[in-house]
């Protein structure tokens, strides 16, 4: 298994270093390195990545910004020249911050946190149990049962998932969107955005590549989910 890295640093020489220590660490892939935070969202936006390594002390957008910016962000772990940054990047939940200049062994250590991390979340994420019509889902120390047809979108929130239901409260879950993705039927959910995956049985309205289950709830299709979603259309099309 290997955590799919995003390396973010304004300083080239840090930059490669960074993407030398990834490189170089047998359970990390390096899918991409951005020289600002806005080559970085643009990436985020039709990528998915595990862990990204970003400097806080950048122009016009810091690291920390950039990650609030972000509706789901993966795992995060800063870089700093400046020690006082720290308490700020562990406000964004931040899994651990590396000061400059970093050593490997650092690197490292904290990498390993990030592996630990997913190893956690990801071992229980086998409280999912499906049939043909519904599934039993793991929710605030209970098994609740759901009705497929009851669903009509999910939504990713970091580690846990929101099911939003027809009529229903939301249900929360310690579980990745990847993981649910694959216990549901294709015949029935389709993953449209990386932070989204509907109910193609629900899908009501289309409009300018989002789909609208409600005035307030406007749903996204992503360039990455866009082609496989309007082949769906076209399929069903009259």
Same mark, same amino acid.
């Given at each position: 298994m290997q955590l799919k890295s995003l390396v973010i640093d304004d300083e080239p020489l840090a930059l490669k270093q960074i993407c030398a220590y990834v490189e170089k660490t047998s359970f990390l892939q390096l899918q991409s390195a951005c020289a600002n935070a806005f080559e970085a =969202? %643009? *990436? @985020?936006? $039709?990528?998915?990545? /595990?862990? =990204? #390594?970003? /400097?806080?002390?950048?122009?016009?957008?810091?690291?920390? %910004?950039?990650?609030? $910016? @972000?509706? /789901?962000?993966?795992?995060?772990? &800063?870089?700093?020249?400046? $020690?006082? *940054?720290? =308490?700020e990047g562990f406000r964004v939940n931040a899994i651990d911050y590396l000061l400059k200049p970093i050593g490997y062994p650092d690197f490292l250590k904290a990498a390993n946190k990030a592996l630990q991390h997913y190893q956690l979340v990801h071992s229980s994420q086998d409280e999912v149990k499906t049939d043909n019509d519904f599934l &039993? !889902?793991?929710?605030? *120390?209970? !098994?609740m049962r759901i009705k497929l047809q009851d669903i009509t979108y999910v939504e990713s929130m970091r580690e846990y998932v929101r099911i939003h239901l027809r009529g229903e409260k939301p249900i929360m879950t310690l579980l990745s969107m990847k993981k649910l993705e694959s216990r549901l039927p294709e015949s029935n959910f389709m993953r449209v955005h990386r932070s989204y995956i509907v109910n193609l049985n629900q899908v009501g309205t289309i409009e300018r590549n989002r =789909?609208?289950?409600? +005035?307030?709830?406007?749903?996204?299709?992503? /360039?990455?989910?866009?082609? +496989? #979603?309007? %082949? *769906?259309?076209?399929?069903? &099309?009259l």
């Open positions: =969202i %643009e *990436y @985020l936006h $039709s990528n998915e990545v /595990d862990v =990204i #390594f970003v /400097d806080i002390n950048m122009p016009e957008l810091n690291g920390v %910004e950039m990650v609030k $910016s @972000l509706k /789901d962000a993966p795992m995060v772990i &800063f870089t700093t020249a400046h $020690s006082e *940054y720290a =308490i &039993f !889902i793991k929710s605030e *120390y209970k !098994i =789909i609208v289950f409600d +005035r307030d709830t406007y749903i996204p299709v992503s /360039d990455q989910y866009k082609e +496989r #979603f309007q %082949e *769906y259309v076209n399929k069903n &099309f």
